[in-house]
């Protein structure tokens, strides 16, 4: 199973949606009345604000267990010290270079499953343990042996990891500093932020394969940089390095490569060290705000932000904000 080190835990109106807090004022929850037939703008809403329950795959955590005797795929490391708040997920398969297999997912999922209820996570970031390989995508040797069925089964799992990566709650970044092929480039996208080294190689190269991006990246791609460029791209299957893919806007930053080959994870970590200070529930809410507006027009996307901003107003964090800028000094947010 996914192995814990370093300390972490792994029209007519109805009532309208709400975002609450937990009676203990650390979890933010998301409810809204059930959507019925009704004008669509007014029920839309509800169910834009609805995040994603956690994706389960029945067997998924006994896949993953039995594996028991061997070294994990999936690692996962909560930072202490000045980087308390940081977890890491380190992608550890390195004679398959990180390819998405079926033990690689079940563990992703178990471990994804359990970091969402930790409260302590403040930013969640993705990295690779294989030098030279973010992750290479789909297992094709293993899927080789599947049947069309369960083909079917298996890249339905993979969305829905991918699915599981982008609902969740704290910001994720993707640190990639060798190949993000197919796969593993949908595992970026599904990220909020990605950094790559000069010498990462990415690519939806589905296409060359006589297949087509399956786990999200014909949507998450022109959503993040337009339709002509992404079906350029997916068309071609064509490979990108950091710089350019930095250029198309794809990461968001690109760095040159070090000799111990991890330049791309210490310029995420520092981008992780910026988030953490900051007042996490608004964080949180800022990006369920952005990722919920984003899917709607933008009179509804400002109804989905008022709705956001109004859940933070009583929180103790943003009078601690006002506290400290009125008394110069610096604010300690503790996410209540």
């Known amino acids: 199973m996914a192995q814990m080190v370093g300390g972490g835990a792994l029209g007519e109106a109805s009532p309208a949606p709400e975002l609450r807090f937990s ?23 509800p169910c834009a604000l609805r995040l994603p329950c956690p994706w389960r795959v029945s067997g998924a955590r006994n896949c993953a267990s039995h594996a028991t005797t061997r070294t994990p795929e999936i690692q996962v490391q909560a930072l202490t010290g000045p980087n ?21 997912v079940s563990e992703l ?33 293993e899927r080789e042996r599947m049947s069309d069925v369960e083909v079917g089964t298996f890249v339905q799992r993979l ?28 595992l970026a996208l599904a990220c909020d932020l990605r950094i790559a080294a000069s010498s ?14 399956g786990a999200g990246g014909t949507q998450r791609l022109p959503r993040c940089l337009g339709v002509a460029l992404a079906k ?17 806007g794809l990461v968001n930053h690109a760095v040159d490569q070090n000799e111990e080959g991890n330049a791309a994870y210490h310029r995420a970590l520092a981008l992780a060290q ?4 900051q007042a996490p529930i608004a964080v949180r809410l800022g990006k369920v705000a952005i990722d919920r507006g984003m899917e ?15 859940q933070n107003i009583p929180t103790q964090d943003r009078l601690e904000g006002m506290a400290a800028f009125r008394e110069k000094r610096a604010p300690k947010f503790v996410g209540k």
Do not use: W
């Open 159 to 186: 969305r829905g990891l991918m699915s599981e990566i982008a609902a969740f709650p704290a910001p994720t970044i993707a640190a990639m500093d060798g190949f993000a092929l197919g796969g593993g480039l949908e």
């Open 274 to 277: 910026e988030i953490l200070p």
């Open 23 to 45: 009676s203990s004022a650390e979890e933010v929850r998301f409810s809204a009345p059930p959507c019925r037939p009704a004008p669509p703008m007014l029920r839309l809403l």
């Open 109 to 141: 999922l178990e471990a994804l499953a359990q970091l969402r209820e930790d409260q302590q996570v403040r930013v969640l970031l993705f990295r690779s343990a294989v030098k030279g390989v973010f992750c290479a995508g789909a297992d094709l040797k």
């Open 296 to 310: 709607v027009d933008i009179a509804s996307g400002m109804a989905i932000e008022q709705m956001c901003y109004a």
């Open 200 to 213: 990462a190689v990415m690519g939806l190269i589905e296409t060359t394969r006589g297949l087509l991006p």
């Open 232 to 248: 350029e791209l997916i068309f071609t299957g064509r490979r990108l390095n950091g710089a350019q893919a930095h250029d198309l």
């Open 84 to 104: 308390q708040g940081i977890t890491e997920i380190l992608m550890n398969r390195p004679h398959a270079r990180n390819a998405l297999g079926n033990v690689f």
